[in-house]
């Protein structure tokens, strides 16, 4: 139904930076929000930053003044500008839209594959 093509992770050096980018491509009717979440080993999935369409922001406290998400409405896509690294920002990240197919009737979350961001001491 919905695809999301996530790229920009890898490994870098402590207060390093890292773009991460996610395309949304299907049969996409609605978007109401899109967003990053990361689990890190043994730990729970988590919410780092999400976007509405409309322009509402949410920040993990870790995260704020750190990392900035954007959105291209038009093109479907999702931004996280991470910088000033730190060792516990190592994880997976996952790019996630919630919204709407045209064989729907409802609103879902949809998620990416994940890219390992890895921040080294």
């Known amino acids: 139904q919905v695809s999301l093509a996530e790229s920009g992770g890898g490994l870098v050096q402590a207060g390093g930076s890292l773009r991460l980018s996610c395309v949304a491509s299907?049969?996409?009717?609605?978007?109401?929000?899109m967003g990053w979440y990361r689990q890190a080993p043994g730990k729970p999935r988590e919410l780092v930053a999400r976007l509405t369409t409309t322009g509402m922001s949410n920040y993990a406290d870790s995260v704020k003044g750190r990392f900035t998400i954007s959105r291209d409405n038009a093109k479907n896509t999702v931004s996280l500008q991470m910088n000033s690294l730190k060792p516990e920002d190592t994880a997976v990240y996952y790019c996630n839209l919630n919204g709407q197919v045209f064989t729907s009737s409802h609103s879902q979350d949809f998620w990416g594959q994940g890219t390992q961001v890895t921040v080294s001491k």
């Open positions: 299907g049969n996409i009717l609605n978007i109401n929000a």
